[in-house]
């Protein structure tokens, strides 16, 4: 059974840097084809891709994101840790951390998502 | 990167009406296209991918259809748990994006 769970910091004050982590199970980020993605969701806004991470070291960010965040991952201990520079209140959001279907990976895996704001 | 758009942004129908979503691309994707449920307090729920194939033990009341740069979400007998946002997907290119949203909204 594949699970994921996010943890991190409810309250971030503006400027800080947000670290988050992605703990799962039911896979390994060893074996080829895995992946893990973040994905946040602001308060009445849409879903936004963040970054992602392979089973092979490779790493995809955002565009609009990516000179803020870093993904990555320790596969000894079944997590992956995304970081966020200089957060404003903006990136006031739930962050989810997933498994999500695509071309190579058939298997759709969400966290229950973990709630981040962003305030002094 | 590939840009999106849904319409409706957001719509109210009854118990039992068709209601369809569509998805622009400005990209050519071929069908690798996601669709999303996502309701509030829980995580985004995988309903189709490929752009028309159900997932297990999705109701068949949902279908979705499309290729290229243009796609349609359908659902046939709207019920009072299908209330959410719902949410088209690409993974054709990195980064990968979710198009903007369609809030469904019961009468």
């Known amino acids: 059974q594949v699970t994921l769970k996010e943890s991190g910091p409810a309250l971030v004050k503006p400027t800080q840097t947000l670290t988050l982590t992605c703990t799962f199970s039911?896979?390994?980020?060893?074996?080829?084809?895995?992946?893990v993605t973040w994905i946040r969701q602001p308060p009445g806004k849409a879903l936004e891709w963040l970054a992602r991470i392979d089973w092979d070291g490779d790493k995809f960010y955002s565009t609009s994101l990516k000179t803020r965040l870093t993904i990555s991952r320790d596969t000894s201990k079944n997590q992956v840790v995304l970081t966020m520079a200089n957060m404003d209140p903006v990136d006031t959001a739930t962050y989810y951390c997933a498994r999500m279907r695509d071309k190579w990976d058939f298997r759709d895996s969400w966290g229950q998502g973990t709630q981040v704001t962003v305030s002094s | 990167d590939i840009q999106m758009t849904q319409s409706p942004s957001s719509l109210s129908a009854s118990v039992g009406d068709r209601l369809t979503i569509t998805c622009q691309l400005s990209?050519?994707?071929?069908?690798?296209l996601n669709w999303y449920q996502h309701k509030d307090g829980q995580a985004p729920k995988l309903l189709i991918h490929?752009?028309?194939n159900l997932e297990t033990g999705v109701p068949s009341r949902f279908s979705g259809s499309g290729s290229g740069t243009d796609f349609t979400f359908t659902i046939t007998s709207l019920q009072p748990e299908d209330v959410a946002t719902y949410y088209c997907q690409q993974y054709n290119n990195l980064p990968f994006t979710f198009g903007p949203g369609t809030k469904v909204n019961l009468k």
């Open positions: 039911g896979f390994s980020l060893n074996t080829e084809g895995m992946r």
């Open positions: 990209q050519d994707i071929s069908v690798y």
């Open positions: 490929d752009a028309s």
